[in-house]
């Protein structure tokens, strides 16, 4: 479900916005300068109502394994939201990007102990 789009202002500074029935925000993207090779392309960054920058998140460059497609791929939380915002962005062909929401999986698996001094084994949930 798209929730928002990502694009270089007059700038070349990215910005964007997203709008879902409980969030509705405009950010900024950062890019992050690190040569680790698990830290994130963008930090993502808004403003407070006392105006002062905020970061909220941080996205990652991707590679799709089915089509060999580039997005961008995250999530937006911060201490006043219930729970965390996954997000990925999907470039189109004006250069602008698509923010894409879709609601989290169950993993199929998940951890149970039945006391306090056993060890936890794994259920499949059904």
């Not at 808004?46 to 995250?74: H, M």
């Not at 937006?76 to 990007?97: E, K, N, T, V, W």
Request: glycine share 8%; proline share 6%; with cysteine.
């Amino acid at each position: 479900m798209n929730i928002g789009t990502i694009r270089a202002n007059d700038r070349g500074a990215l910005t964007g916005s997203i709008a879902t029935l409980t969030v509705a925000m405009n950010f900024a993207l950062r890019g992050v300068a690190s040569n680790h090779p698990n830290a994130p392309r963008y930090e993502i960054c808004t403003r407070s109502p006392a105006g002062a920058a905020v970061q909220i998140g941080a996205l990652w460059e991707q590679t799709s394994k089915t089509t060999g497609e580039c997005f961008l791929q995250g999530r937006i939380d911060d201490p006043s939201m219930a729970r965390p915002l996954a997000i990925s962005a999907f470039r189109q062909d004006d250069g602008s990007y698509n923010v894409a929401w879709l609601r989290p999986q169950r993993r199929s698996g998940f951890r149970v102990a039945t006391s306090a001094n056993d060890n936890p084994t794994y259920l499949d949930a059904a």
